[in-house]
């Protein structure tokens, strides 16, 4: 169960308004890799959890945190699109052109839809959708997708933080950012806990017999572009970072099986090549 | 450019027909971490690689070699849709009462819109769509997303291998099994290249400057869960795995702003609140 | 069935072309509250309706009608795209640089994809889907959605009023503003219909036996956020409007049941958290 | 911000496992009306509310709460899965028949996506996506909205809580119906009281000014569906409930306006029929 | 603008329920293929038309038509769907097994979300969306499109045909087949006129300069999948259909371009690789 | 099994940066008509054909053949963005007032998702999606799905080339123009061949018997829009296409069934209007 605190994690207040970099913004809040797909992915992660305490209870706490981010950067877009021009011939517009560039630019839904306030979606006005989310039930597969996360995310937001000069903005982003590096961290971290305490290690999933797959293709690097220049990788030799297998090269790869010979179609579901 | 063998990479052959696990094996093909993403996904972070070449040389040789991935699913589909019982008054359903639950289960638009082939749908039925696929240009973010793909991606193939005991099947998933080895393996060690070749390290992006970042914030672990287990992990205490600060635990978080207040609506976008 | 008679429903003739304001105007035509939606939605609950005749027919007439504001909207926008500018070096664009802004606004597959067509889709270029659509069965909790659509619909409409100058434009939204009032009103005695005829009533549905709802937390005002300003309200004392209870504030709400323990993963799948 | 309690606001645990009713389930967590759309639409229009604080306070605490019923749900639904049937050669199925037409009919992303955990998807498998939530900046139209979604919420609770028999899972439904019942009259008292409050009344928007709009059409039915039984139905008689007006029944509706000429196409463009 | 008859285009009366077969009948309702896209799709292109009047009559014409085929469709599936089961232990499940299997294969969103009505989605339950559309304003284009609905339509319906053995069913798919023969031959005749008229032909758009384009590729069969099975084709030799040129075929294609040079990365934007 | 080749199908290098139209071009590549569509389908159809071996092969040749065309798009798309503006402080922007324009109509996601790279989406952004592909197993209902994915390709290629000016832009758009006009030709003879080898022919699917459609209906123009213009097309009189019937005018079409009386809903369900 939750509670809610009026207060703010980190103040979201930017000198100005800016309804095109409120658009923008959007991107970190209802993007792929925006607060609304972390927030979700890691309470339904915790929620599916059947690993010890700790590790539940951990992503509770960073899924509730996240709730906080979606709130900031609700807050600031609001406060962003403050007295957006919403009609070309305001006289705001005539006296100051370089206001026709923002009314083109920013998001008509944040004036027709959501009257001046943030929406559930990303920087071209997609819909936040579940697909974004990855939630296994494998903490090991999981906690590598949240690294990816808080990469991905605070890339964008560092691309943001250049993308303006507003500092009350980047004060803001500056303090998602320093999350963000704490988050990888965290993840990092924990992807080290679980190896330390034996429950999950590469290749996920461990536990799969090794005699069950194919074990010689399981280090085989395949050069299906021409070019080597990929025979130079860490990738393409030595031991492999499992420490179960050696990477080898196929410069000249070939396909295993003949083509496949298909099967007359169904009349009774008219494909064509029934004999 | 590209160019096509019609030997498939490895036998996709099923023992016999099966249109239930047909659906299900979708899943891997055109769902979340199907191989259409990975293809796509690789394709994509090739495509707008600006690294060195052995980078781009090897994102477009995986990238490529995950088409005959989807290749060799779309066989297996359609020779597991072969002889598909397609209405509940065939004989066959009459004889074999199991059928029936077939026919609940089976996908039916693999009767109804694709004839008894392979669709670019995953396992209930959703297209499959470009929001799953993860490419920014910064190839340590790319990388991990690209671990994570191999991981979710083995996870969900491991979990089809012990959903069906059809041995034609489970050979080609050992095989699919194996590669997703050697894929986890090659994004680690890609990982390592790239941090050895000085191009990029936690956290991402590794060359936004550390103060301009909120530091104080950035190595506090916030407990915004009741309970304190989370004080347990490897998250917690010690160095963080970037070697940048040390983890700090917050065991009773507290806001750091006010709440906001709201500005009044624009009375001419009809919000409630204006004075 | 459907006849079609070409004459549309109001005139639909701006004075000018403005490809701007045609990107702005798909939001009512193909968005959330759109026209599209409020059409496919009446017709299908038409279509399930199993009430007396007065409902069902009211509700073909309405859905009908809808039908013919897609149609206007479809031709307003199209005279809209009129002459729009599609390339940036056009004369015309040279010589008055406020069509750059305009250009960068406009929706661009309204040049590549329908040549100056309306498309199915909103102001941001978001195919219509039929995920926005309410049709239940239940008239009373599909009126309510009813009222909901032609609320948001009319605010939206209103406010595309405020956003531009021309008057044909302004002329038809003064006419879709004006059915917009009628429908708002006609769901509403819609509504009271349904109650007088003894159909439906709050809560929906109002035949569950409220024996089985757990009803000593049916009328509690939960106040999860800090702060007792809510207390204040209608919703916290006195009778609830369907005068079967009396709302009870809960100042300092606590859940009702324990953590829950989860089981161990199940091996088969490869989860974590195996005991 | 947001803080985290482990406790269930209401306990969650059904007397045993039924892998097909989970998937049915997840409509009312993930689906159009499931309490991720209340969760995050209440939460949205609380960030976004300008109304004096009452209303603001009071949609945080509903929004804060709705998160604690997906959280419900969440658990329910993992422990309806515990020990699902995943292979059709399971000695379970084949000792129980009944279990084939589970396996035909669970969803089989529990298995394979989420490792027998619940999605952020709805009962057929389609993942949440934004487009669901209404949040415009006025109260009126989206308090509207939310007496719709606890209606239709509250209505599928209750067809879902006639498809099982199990006790456990009942009891969570008739709390979970309960809350709704509280949700919509604590909605309609919203509205009496933004009402009272003089902050919006019908037709929303109201503030928009009765003589801009086409009054002669403001309270008319058009009969756009032959036959007249919708003459007799309180929407085609007597004053509006707005007050304002006083309905027309327009039997015989025709176009208003002649059928539009359209201009010739643009040649750049290669539309056909150009001059 | 629309008149609604509530007579059927055509009866729609099933010999029985059968809640599985309305499941897989929302296919040519909601689908890419499904009634609801061609009455869409043709009404748009009639909005958009700016040929002569014959094209545009035409496209209203079968555009509304289409409409009662959606409308024919949506009775017979809630007639389907009457007295469907909906608790898998009802008296009549354990007494009929095979009702096991239709409830695991039926929709649960019939139940659940529509009240055993139709939806306006396809036979897996994903939404119709207006990304199925097309609609270009060229007329030639659109109607090659035109006939491809049809076609797949139609083909989609004749299987639906071979999955029942309902008399009533048959009946009415027997009338949309015949309709769909006819609206094949409808736009196949379309094209002839259009053509005949003068107004367009292959290649389209038919008046972009020939000079325009790269004409020695115009004509060139590229070899790109090995084996020359390809060359054995009409489209392999011989004058091209539109009378314009030869085809050639090039057994051994190569890329006409060296690979490209990526340019560094921008710093600001933090991709990997720049200098 | 694919290989790739570095080099390009054809040079795709523009004279200079074009961030807005970089964004427009998105359309053809992951728009409803771009290469994605066409890559994937074909080469779905390909997997699944059980046709003759010259039409499986030709399907591989040319859908490996769009892979080449995506790639060309990527490469080209990702150098329009070279150097592109992305904060509007930056003093190119203050110097060039025209690339305030820019800014606004450029895709923001171009900067903060991608880093100045292509991305699987069209050109307002929204993610490809597998429900623009057309793949049935009935070749000629597929083939014309092909020739109409290539004459909306090549009309949306011919209206980008007009909407620039850059030579080298228009370089790679008149080597695209002409591959769609070949393909174009290439589907209209593979039409032929069908037809010649017996295969299949109109209405599809050919081999569904006559006698089982309702013929009286199958010729039958229904006149549903008011007005008689569309009596004077060549769909209207005359031979069918087909050869198998003659064309009927039905100029005043009525509905040949009656209303259908709905039966009382579902109790158990609470649907409105149970007796």
Redesign the interface.
Known sequence: ?????????????PDRPDP?FA??LQ??L????GE?TVA?GY??QG????????????L??????E??H??ML??MI??LL???P????DAAVAEH??L??????M???H???????????????????????????????DF??N??AE??G???V????????DNGVR?ML??M??????H???????I???E?DG??E????S??PQE????????????????????????AKGE???GK?T?EYVAEP???????T?????????????E
Chains 1, 2, 3, 4, 5, 6 share one sequence.
């Open positions: 169960m939750f509670f809610h605190d009026k207060g703010l994690q980190y103040r979201a207040k095109l658009a923008k991107e970190v209802g993007g792929q890799w609304m979700i309470l339904f929620w599916n959890c059947r690993a010890p305490g700790k590790y539940r209870d951990m509770m706490d960073i899924g509730t945190e709730l906080a979606v709130e609700a807050t609001a406060r403050e007295g957006a919403i009609n070309m011939r052109p370089a026709a560039a923002v009314m083109g630019g998001n008509p839904q004036a027709i839809v959501s009257g001046l306030g943030a929406t559930p979606t990303n920087s071209v006005g997609v819909p936040w959708n579940a697909g974004y989310v990855g939630a296994s039930g494998n903490l090991l597969a590598r997708y690294v990816t990469s991905q605070r890339l964008q560092c691309r943001l933080y250049n993308m303006t000069d004060d500056s303090f950012i320093a999350r963000d590096t704490m990888q961290n965290q993840w990092l971290a924990a080290e806990e679980l330390a429950l999950e590469t290749p996920v999933p536990s799969f069950l797959e194919r074990s010689e293709n399981a280090y085989q690097f395949w050069n299906c572009s021409a070019g080597t220049e990929s025979r130079e990788g860490r990738w492999a970072p499992d297998g990477f070939r396909p295993l099986a003949d083509a496949p298909p099967p007359p179609a169904d009349p009774r579901l008219y494909g064509t090549g029934g």
